[in-house]
């Protein structure tokens, strides 16, 4: 049986993620959620949702209660009692569980989805609506006029009200029917996301933590809209190594930096997994910038322009502030990769700036 | 949502409102239903009602339920309408003992809302109205779109306590007068010394007259301007008779205003209602109805109700004690100028134990129960505990004070002093906790803006809240409101003008409204 309340709940749900979307800022800068994947719901404090009414205010608080003691003693346990307030639970901040997906659509809401382009072997599945069928309830906007208006005259035709002299035709509620979609899930391209990750001395746990909450805020969300994608991660320092998720989000290493190591690395993933033909091909690199030589940055520079990017969909470059002071790179690559359009860079200082970040990365809809 | 209930809890239930009839308790035909733990979730969102009008508190109160039900944080046992017939609702996945402990209770209930006076002017056909509120509210849902009426419950129900539950016993307020055609009112009195004739013209001079006269007709005249004539308790009947309302608008404030006054005297009445219910299941099931197997479930969960936990007041059982404990005094004949006059405690003791010689109850025609069948009638919350609180019951109940420790923020225990503890009570029971609020000038500054002040009695309000309420009102008077309330030992004046929210001290300088409190 169907509740009536659902309809109330559904609402609150909706009230209550238009609150995250609000301060999404802030739960994107929440480290606990990292590798939380395996546990569906996170609970999220939810401010500024209750109906504000005039009350007695919380220095008052006193009451009366019930049980041995001595004057002094601590009165145990948050119940408030019957004090002022009453039994009202108004006071508390309303703490509500959201899936993961749930918060990952809600920050998907505020992007566009990369476009990508159908290639290969038909793995990416997307969701469409298709109008393929009737109902008898809808929005009058669907209304579908001709079967209605069949349902109409043969109901006046068996019920002997039809006059063939003066034809006139009048809907009622149960002659309405209406289009009804189906959402197909049809078929779509392969991808691929690789994401490399400068470990090196210099980037601090800061540093990593903020690469790891952008990274991870990325994933989820592609992996919510695309099933079926395909997630690389390489880590370097001067030398680079493909490692899985879990490591990717918990390494910890030190040693110099030398970035063209990770995008051989990229390179040789790529020319060895991918065909640049059947898979679009996302690379997101981390780093605080500090690469070893000003060389290295140079050859970087013509290994993205001239080995991967004629088979990327796109090179993501994001560079986090480190204690060391910023790195030149991100200069490196403004200066020789100017006039890229797949290039895009993002600087990320503080928590605060990683939604901008992956709003840089992704509000363009590539 | 009909639920047919199985034939044995249908005989059980019969043969328990016998043995209620019996006892004496009165009750309006009930009806029981059985529904599912998310039904009965539904039910509980929407205060018993089995339709309300669409509003997300619910299902925020719905998901609170749930999860609460989930992890095994609560169960909702009982739930009972106040309505000819009472409706109740009965868990479908409760025990037989439960479901008859439920059902005594639920008679006791009743009769409570049948025969206490404070529920005599509630509507008993709430259970149509609601529904009824329901469809007028999603019409204008259709008409006007969701979000316009959302929002407008939202500013309803954050207005929803300024009632003034004890207007539904006063006659309502007479139509307002026509302005149109003033009356002639009799010549405004003037003093007038006693004079012989010829000297009349002396003693009362016509210039005196004439003069005083005039200042008499000012008076009146300023008088007139006064509004509203006196300060109203009850803010949402002033906005719905002068605030710039739509006619969808004042009605959908008209039924959050009828459905308040409605669930008030159940706020007014929690305590001895619970307390009545709890008495009454106590003493059917232990005298009448239980089976010997079922005896350790039933003491498991009447215990459960009745448990306390230190800094919390369980209403079940301060009221079931209370009445327990009025049912002795009366027995024992513990009342009385003679017996409040005994200082001697030994004697208090054995007050009257010749005249009860059971202990606790005597039965049925005893003067103790006569006695708590008055309370049930005339009481409150309020004038149940100022009356029948004594110190002897708060000692033997273990009550104590406490409150917040400024340094450390902690709950503490302050100590056992009877007038302290009674005072802290009342204080929490008086209009159920709420502030009083009132509307002293409804055109301040004979500029139209709405001018409300809080009476101080102990507590000051929250400024956070009461800010953020004074915008929600604005929404209604569309003109700038105002609250007057003391915060600590200033008087504060809190104004949100439609922009924005400003406050200051009362002084002087600020002024006056048509009314002071």
């Known amino acids: 049986m169907v509740l009536q309340i659902n309809n109330d709940h559904q609402r609150f749900r909706k009230i209550v993620k238009g609150k995250i979307r609000q301060d999404l800022r802030k739960f994107l800068t929440r480290g606990e959620l990292l590798g939380r994947e395996g546990k569906r719901f996170v609970s999220i404090p939810v401010h500024g949702i209750e109906i504000p009414n005039f009350r007695y205010g919380d220095n008052n608080d006193a009451g009366v209660g019930k049980g041995e003691g001595q004057p002094g003693d601590q009165v145990d346990g948050e119940g408030e009692g019957m004090g002022p307030g009453g039994e009202q639970e108004g006071r508390h901040i309303l703490e509500v569980d959201v899936t993961l997906e749930e918060l990952a659509e809600i920050l998907g809401e505020e992007l566009q989805l990369p476009r990508i382009k159908p290639k290969g072997k038909h793995r990416i599945t997307a969701e469409r609506d298709r109008y393929s069928g009737v109902r008898q309830s809808g929005p009058e906007s669907l209304r579908h006029f001709k079967r209605t208006f069949r349902r109409a005259l043969r109901r006046q035709i068996i019920s002997g009200l039809y006059n063939p002299d003066a034809p006139r035709i009048i ?84 040693g110099g930096t030398r970035i063209s190591s990770a995008y051989r690395a990229a390179r040789e993933l790529i020319e060895k997994n991918y065909a640049p033909n059947d898979w679009n091909i996302y690379l997101f690199h981390f780093s605080d910038g500090d690469n070893s030589s000003e060389s290295d940055s140079r050859e970087c520079c013509t290994l993205v322009r001239e080995q991967l990017l004629p088979n990327l969909n796109m090179f993501g470059y994001c560079q986090v502030a480190s204690a060391y002071g910023s790195g030149n790179f991100i200069n490196v690559v403004h200066e020789h990769l100017p006039d890229l359009e797949a290039v895009i860079t993002s600087r990320v200082n503080t928590k605060d700036d990683i939604y901008d970040s992956i709003k840089t990365f992704f509000t363009a809809g590539r | 949502m009909n639920r047919l209930l199985p034939k044995e809890i249908a005989e059980q239930a019969e043969i328990i409102a016998e043995h209620a009839r019996r006892e004496g308790l009165d009750f309006y035909p009930t009806v029981f239903e059985m529904l599912t733990s998310e039904e009965i979730s539904q039910v509980a969102a929407y205060g018993g009602f089995p339709r309300r009008y669409p509003h997300w508190r619910f299902g925020m109160e719905y998901e609170r339920l749930r999860k609460q039900h989930r992890y095994g944080l609560g169960k909702i046992y009982e739930m009972v309408i106040n309505n000819n017939p009472c409706y109740a609702y009965l868990l479908n996945d409760n025990a037989l003992v439960d479901h008859k402990t439920v059902i005594a209770h639920v008679y006791a209930h009743c009769d409570f809302f049948k025969n206490n006076i404070w529920f005599a002017r509630t509507n008993r056909r709430m ?185 919390r007041l369980n209403p079940y059982k301060l009221g079931i004690e209370l009445l327990r404990d009025i049912e002795r005094r009366w027995n024992t004949g513990r009342y009385g100028p003679e017996y409040d006059a005994c200082d001697d405690m030994a004697a208090r003791r054995e007050w009257g134990k010749d005249r009860a010689p059971r202990g606790r109850v005597v039965g049925p025609d005893s003067p103790g129960r006569a006695k708590i069948f008055e309370v049930r009638t005339i009481y409150n919350d309020v004038t149940f505990l100022d009356e029948f609180l004594t110190p002897e019951f708060v000692d033997e109940q273990k009550l104590y004070h406490y409150r917040q420790d400024p340094t450390t923020g902690r709950m503490v225990v302050v100590n056992r002093d009877f007038d302290k503890i009674k005072q802290q009570l009342l204080f929490m029971l008086t209009n159920h906790a709420q502030p009083y609020i009132y509307v002293t000038d409804g055109n301040y500054r004979n500029r139209g803006e709405l001018y409300l002040a809080h009476r101080h009695n102990g507590a000051d309000i929250d400024i956070k809240y009461a800010v953020a309420t004074l915008k929600q009102l604005h929404a209604l008077w569309r003109r700038p409101v105002h609250l007057n309330a003391r915060i600590g030992d200033e008087v504060m004046l809190f104004t949100f003008d439609g922009e924005q929210s400003s406050q200051q001290r009362v002084d002087e300088k600020v002024d006056n409204p048509a009314h002071f409190l």
């Open chain 1, 171 to 254: 809907f009622e509620r149960r002659d309405k029917v209406y289009r009804s979609w189906k959402t197909v899930l049809s078929p779509q391209s392969n991808a691929v996301i690789i994401y490399m990750m400068d470990v090196s001395g210099s980037m601090g746990d800061e540093q990593k933590e903020l690469v790891r909450l952008e990274a991870f805020w990325i994933d989820a969300w592609l992996r919510k809209n695309y099933q079926g994608i395909e997630s690389r991660y390489i880590v370097h320092d001067v030398r680079a190594a493909e490692v899985d998720r879990d490591t990717f989000f918990r390494i910890r290493e030190d």
């Open chain 2, 127 to 311: 259970i149509d109205d609601m529904a009824n509120h329901a469809t007028r509210i999603r019409r204008y849902i259709g008409r006007h779109g969701l979000e316009r009426v959302e929002q407008l419950i939202d500013i309803c129900l954050s207005l929803e306590n300024l009632i003034d539950p004890h207007s539904v016993f006063m006659r309502r307020e007479a139509a307002p007068q026509p302005t149109a055609t003033t009356k002639q009112k009799p010549e405004p009195t003037v003093t007038r010394f006693p004079a012989k004739s010829y000297m009349d013209r002396y003693i009362n001079p016509p210039e005196r007259l004439a003069s005083d006269r005039a200042a008499v007709d000012e008076n009146s005249q300023q008088a007139k301007k006064r509004f509203p004539a006196r300060p109203l308790r009850d803010v949402l009947a002033f906005l719905l008779q002068n605030a710039p309302l739509e006619d969808w608008e004042a009605d959908i404030l008209s039924i959050v205003r009828e459905e308040a006054y409605y669930f008030a005297p159940q706020g007014q009445t929690k305590i001895m209602n619970e307390g009545w219910a709890s008495y009454w299941h106590s003493t059917m099931m232990t005298n009448y109805i239980l089976g010997d197997n079922e005896l350790i479930d039933y003491c498991e969960h009447h215990s459960g109700t009745l448990a306390t936990s230190p800094g």
